[in-house]
């Protein structure tokens, strides 16, 4: 398979020829107050920066995880965390770590990273497939690392029993038996934390394993690198393919449209499985303390278009990994045909670890797993719109603003280069998803504090409408489209 190269379309530029700018000490609060915080925990509770111990992670004003802690700690300028946090200009980037943790990966992708193999299916066994969003691999790999004694405790996102009490709906935990395991399958779009499994992997002894998004995953390799008690104990790092980070406002959105109070809803489920539809049919299922449901189809939500940008955390717009790169093993849906019309869910899966690949070929040869091999370019057709937003529009974003934008002076130090030779079609596409994710953080919060949803509802329908129509319109209309905003 062909390496990585420099294109004007946003690819990502050769290892060699990138920036090597090194920034030796910075603060939280310089990532915090550039808007690049993605609120993951790591430098509160991994113990790394020094005084972590007095400090926490909140929600704010607009539903997004940002640390809490004096201002002499949030001012604090160390290398350790210049070196750990994932959005810091002076850490690896993700070509660096896998490079060091999967020396036998020989295969490469652009949109995937190093890899030693990838597959597309589910599970056959147990009702993993049943129970889970999509194919139910993530549920079983989490099993399988249990149940051989790999891992003693897996750190990964669970419900918690009673969000009036907890202020959140989701939280981590660390789960150590099959029953727990499996009581956090199912997508959660809702910002959580790594802080408390950190602290808890510290102070408990045993082996770990850690589940989370791309940007979570490379937080948890980049502490192993500087912390040897961390590498010791946390031994395997799964990643779940991601789109963008939600603010906890997309759950108070649905609810606002379902017409009940957030405060009565007691579970959220964003993928309710229905083999009978398409998988990319997503439903959503609000359950009530009293014992009542409220479901609609998320195309029946103003902000149900996932690529609009609704609530998307500030800092998803400098990341450019989808996949999980630094992951031992990563997992997401396959969202070409025929498995994206197969409502039982199917999952595109690629490992990197030798442990973790020995384990999944046991599994295909004992019949367990229902897995056929496919190569990169098929893993990147399955996530063509996430990889498109992420590479060229963050080439594209990076040459819009970064010369005159603060935060975008401090961005993360990225593996795309800038470059605004895109149709300008595409460039009106990633504007108005940019002012979509800003702006409704700001709409919903006036509506919130008005106590008018239907100011925010209504905002919603009218920029989703316009999107729609230079996102997806084809015909006559997307023909005027065309020769209002024709290729440079």
Known sequence: MSAAVDA??????????????????????????????????????????PGAASTAIEM????????????????????????TCPFSRAAADEDEI?????????????ATGRFSASYVGHVDADGFRAN?????????????????????????VVPVADPRSDGRFFRYRISRSVEQVREGAKSRYYPVDLADVLREVREVPGRYAVVGVPCFAKAVQLLRREDPLLRERIVHVLALFCGHMKSARFVESFAWQLEVPVEDVQAVEFRRKDPSRPASTYTAELRMYDGTARVRDWWNLVDGDWGAGFFQSPACDGCDDVVGETA?????DAWVEPYSSDGNGTNVVVVRSPEIAAMV???????????SPVDGEFVRETQAAGLRHRREGLAYRLAWHGRTWHRWRRTPRKRVRATAHLPLRRK????MRYGISRWSHRVFSVARRTRRPELYVRWAAAVAATYHGFAYSRGRFGALVDRVLPKP
């Open 8 to 49: 004007p379309s946003g690819g990502l530029a050769p290892a060699r020829s990138r920036e090597r700018r090194t920034i030796p000490v910075l603060s939280p609060q310089d990532v915090v107050g550039s808007g690049w915080c993605i609120g993951c925990g790591s430098c509160v509770g991994s113990g790394v920066v």
């Open 60 to 83: 704010d004003g607009a539903g997004l995880l940002r640390p809490d802690a004096p201002r002499s700690w949030m001012r604090q300028r160390t290398a350790a965390f210049a070196t």
């Open 98 to 110: 896998a490079a060091d943790l999967y020396p036998t990966a020989v295969h490469h992708h652009p």
């Open 132 to 156: 889970g969003s999509s194919g139910g691999m993530v549920s079983w790999v989490l099993d399988e690392l249990l149940r051989t004694g790999a891992v003693d405790g897996v750190a990964h």
């Open 328 to 332: 031992d093993i990563s997992f997401g």
């Open 361 to 371: 070929e046991r599994g295909i040869s004992d019949g367990r797993l229902h897995l």
């Open 428 to 431: 009106a596409i990633y504007r």
